[in-house]
């Protein structure tokens, strides 16, 4: 079997499978059409539940999960997947980075932690690389005071925007919680 493959043909083996699982759409289309032009079969999952799907139907070599996704959490999936199929190399997105979610995904057999924004080559480079290093080239490591703020952030999203409920779930005073929020953090 033949498929179209940037201005030509190639023979399906030539391809290599990569399943994507990312809710946000247009993001999935842009990354999804950038990854088949660098040679990938690419299948795409809005959500965990359907990622696995996919898996269970054909294992995939590579897997690019969002870690934050309405449903299933990504590090369930990287568990999942590694659970159908040992050998898929899993590279885990995410707009909210933290030190302790890239530990848990790398211990669960992610090969690598990108935060979003990134291009389609470092996803590639993070595929590839596979295990020789948890570090892609190019791709940016955040200071202590910008994983800080992610979390900050993460945590006043996931209580609706209150400030209070928020710091109380940092175990920090409300204020000390609007002071940090007014602050500007560098990347």
Not at 47 to 61: D, F, K
């Amino acid at each position: 079997m033949f498929r179209f493959f940037g201005g030509g043909y190639r023979v399906n083996e030539a391809l290599r499978s990569v399943l994507l699982v990312e809710d946000d759409d247009a993001f999935r289309r842009v990354l999804a059409r950038a990854l088949q032009a660098r040679g990938f079969e690419v299948r795409g999952a809005a959500n965990g539940e359907e990622g696995l799907r996919l898996a269970r139907e054909e294992s995939p070599e590579y897997a690019v999960v969002d870690l934050k996704m309405e449903g299933m959490f990504g590090l369930e999936v990287v568990r999942e997947l590694r659970a159908i199929d040992e050998s898929t190399r899993v590279v885990v997105l995410t707009g909210y980075g933290s030190i302790a979610t890239a530990l848990q995904a790398i211990h669960l057999g992610a090969v690598h932690y990108l935060t979003k924004p990134c291009d389609a080559d470092t996803v590639v480079a993070a595929l590839e690389r596979g295990l020789e290093s948890t570090v892609v080239e190019g791709a940016e490591v955040p200071t202590l005071a910008r994983v800080e703020w992610e979390h900050i952030h993460r945590v006043l999203l996931d209580c609706g925007g209150s400030i209070s409920e928020a710091a109380r779930r940092l175990g920090i005073h409300r204020r000390s919680l609007q002071r940090k929020l007014a602050k500007p953090v560098r990347r």
